[in-house]
């Protein structure tokens, strides 16, 4: 098994004995070596690996080479993408943030519960009788909130105007 078998050069990682900074992989260590017993000159070496990892931190142009027993693999979001610090947020990538969390985790409990195109009347029959936590219930009520006015602006057509044929119920009579 060489060094570079199990390491993904598209991650980043950190390093003991670096504190938190994130490292990228370049690749394996090698090294230049001849020897005429087996017939490699010193005119023309042959390259292999030490066993060793080629890795740069983030944010920084030097490479330093490291044993790969020392690197632990992180998140996508766990380091800032400028400044290579673990847990700094400096880069705005906005997935990282409380309420993109929020609106990930609210899309997923909507795609569980398959809120998408149910009437108002299904989702007051869903709060009444499917057993549902706390964000559960707060993603069906917001749901609810937004079906009902929708259908109540659908009825007086007050809505044409303003979502520009998006209505879904528009389309469901144009169908």
Known sequence: MTAAEGIDLDARYTVAGFGAVAFYVEGPEVERYWDLDEGISWEEPEERETGMMRAVMVGDDRVWVVDPSDLTKLGELDYCA?????GCAGDG????????????????????????????DELREMVDT????VAELEVVSDELSYVTELEEEHERGAHADTLRGDCPLCAELTE
């Open 82 to 86: 400028e400044c290579g610090q673990v």
């Open 93 to 120: 990538r906005d997935d990282r943030t409380e309420d993109a969390m929020e609106d990930r985790e609210r899309e997923a409990i909507r795609e569980r519960l398959h809120l998408e195109d149910r009437t108002a």
């Open 130 to 133: 499917v057993p549902l936590d």
